[in-house]
């Protein structure tokens, strides 16, 4: 009897015996998302799981062709096949599966209309797919696929056991539909008009959202099928065994640990949304995560997103929950992850680090934990990568949103938009800030109404420093950065800009200071991050200011907005242990003026007699008062960036139908983050002789993002490598080629 093979290594019915068992734990994990969206949209539980084990059971029935078996035959015996002879076969499924969806309609009822939402997720399930049929244009050139009916005979035999096992009917569906030709079958029904018109009769947002969890679901199966591997939806840590982990931590760090205080146990017992507002060093983060594996109990179980603003607060925050849940169960998801991963791993392959690290998992939000920036979730709404995943992790999810102030309108706009759209399918939500204005508390109350507001009401009350307005620049007031040095006083210097902090760096080359800003290779980057706590005296821009663990005696500072301010104190007596820690808060330069004022609102002039009248001692509450001052008569509702973002994923959905994905983010407004000064990742000319033999996954090691108009002259391409043409020093970073050539170089 012939073997048809799905994988080299699985055949037909081995790889489908696996891919259903993965579901079947798959489904155990989710059911209560799927009862949630049910009665959202109108479908039962059963009805669902129907059209889900149809995806399933019929996925790869279009491997059952004779060029697929034939590429199985040349794998099998390691020789080398021409991909051109293939035929997809996700789209040599669709036929069947879209003959099985109708049917299932007729004797189950509708799911979601009349619209065959299993064979769009069967078709899709490899490459995107769009109106275009740009992933098929092979396919489009070829008459028909050839089957081996035998091997359908033996497909459908399977499909009918595994649907008799779980107590339905399979669908009837007859072989002879391998005479069509699918490449004509889908362009028929998605090119022509027949998808659109079904559509324009439906919910779409329950179109949408119906359709990426069960082709949400058909990827946990088929990955974890694949890869022979057990499914491991949520966390299994108990609250009290992070507890006795955040004891052991406080150990670690020398911190006094006396028990949670009353702002973590409030956040902790909390079920439900909660925003909170605590200074800095309030131990927001174990509250969180107490909060986190509190509500995961009571919702049966899901998935644990924690968001932040940046990269490298990611990566400090991946770094603690893996210390907490283990190896294998957070995952990390940025764009610099996987070379992080090949600094910590002693050398180790690039290869070795993916097969161990599975980076697909990491950037779908499939570990039971994921750590990443907030673009990564709201790419979501673009239809955009991997969307469904992350669309059916996000709605059975636990989701903090760290330092939620840090955005701009445009990105706050599509946050609102994005709370909104999970919550409602049943995720939860915790936003954290140390300054949180109350113009945005009531934005998001808005979008969560049923959160709650917990407040560290304890420390609020407390001073932590001793403020001082200068009627001065930093940069004239150097002396007092050596005297505080000298007398033997961990010290923070923060500047508003890159030049800046170049240009004090050099002036303090004999203190052994330590440079720290966006202007580094990814790889000397890395290496500073690890010295910054050891260091005495440390020169950087505002990276300094988020989720940052490290604590120094004194700081001089640029003036920048009160919410910057007090991020930027935050890193000063973060324990609350010293007596004498102090803030210089001085003039801001005319680039300073130019990064936070470009709408000549005065931002930084109201921030700087703001602090000059509230005095030097003072307590959070004050600072918060003033951030208040400061940005009290803001109303993001009536900002065009808030109002046009609100709208946006709407738009780009609609755009789209629902379900299609986003080959090429067609619309500029399809982005996260608005960004008038772009820059682009390059690689200093200096490196080219020692890049060029390097994967592509070691290169980016050498990557810095420079200004486009910089790089348009001074770039050389060799293939796909872009350099640039730089003065660059490890201890300094990137500087421009000539001085005319000015520049703030923020961040």
Known sequence: ????????????????????????ETIQNISPLIRRMGAQYGFSEKRFLQSSLLSVVLHDIGKLTEPFQRMMEFARRGDKFNFNENYRHELASFPFVIKGSVVLWKQSGPLIGRLPLEAMAVVAHHK????????????????????????????FTLAEDIFRQEGYSFPAIEIGLCKNNPYEKLAEFVAGDIFSKLIQKTDMEAARTTYALLKGILHYADWHGSGKEQVNYSLKTQPQALFEHIEQWCKTKAISFGGLRPFQQECATTIGSVIAVAPTGSGKTEASLLWALNNLQEMGGGKLIYLLPTMITANSIFRRLENYFGEGNVGLTH????????????????????????????????????????????????????????????????????????????TLGLIVETLKHYSKLGARFMLMSATLPESLIELFIVALPSAKIVKDQSLLDSCRNNYKVMDAFLEDSLDMVENAVTKGRKTLVVVNSVKSCQEIFRQLKQLNPL??????????????????EAADLVIATQVVEVSLDIDYDVMFTECAPPDAIAQRAGRINRRRTKIDSQIFIFKPSDISKKIYD???????????????????????????????SVYGNRRLQNNSDYIDAAGQYTNTQRRLMGIFDNMMREDRAETTRKIEYLQIPVIPTIFKEEVMGLPLSKRRGYEVKMPYWYVRKHREEVGEVVFCDMNYDNEIGATFVSDDEVSSMII
Not at 2 to 19: C, G, M, N, S
Not at 515 to 532: G, P, T, V
Not at 600 to 613: G, M, N, P, V, Y
């Open 598 to 628: 470009p709408s000549a609102e005065k931002l930084l002039e109201k921030s700087l007699q703001a602090f000059t009248d509230a005095g030097s001692e003072l307590t959070e509450a004050d600072i918060l008062a003033i951030v208040e």
């Open 1 to 24: 009897m012939r073997l048809f093979w799905a994988k080299p290594d699985q055949t037909y019915e081995e790889h489908i015996a696996a891919v259903y068992k993965a579901w079947k």
């Open 515 to 532: 440079c720290y800003h966006s202007k580094f290779i990814l790889k000397d980057r890395f290496a500073i991050e690890q010295k910054i």
């Open 335 to 410: 764009s610099t992850a996987s070379f992080m991963f090949e600094n910590e791993e002693d050398g180790e392959s690039g290869e070795a680090i993916k097969d161990k690290r599975n980076f697909l998992f990491d950037k779908t939000f499939i570990r039971p934990a994921t750590v990443a920036t907030v673009d990564q979730l709201l790419t979501a709404g673009f239809n955009t990568g991997k969307w469904t995943l992350l669309e059916t992790n996000a709605a059975n999810a636990v989701i903090v949103i760290d330092e939620i102030h840090a955005y701009d309108a445009w």
């Open 128 to 155: 995107r797919l769009n109106t275009d049929l740009i992933s098929f244009d092979l396919e489009r050139l070829k008459e028909k696929v050839i089957f081996h009916e035998y091997g359908l005979e033996t497909a």
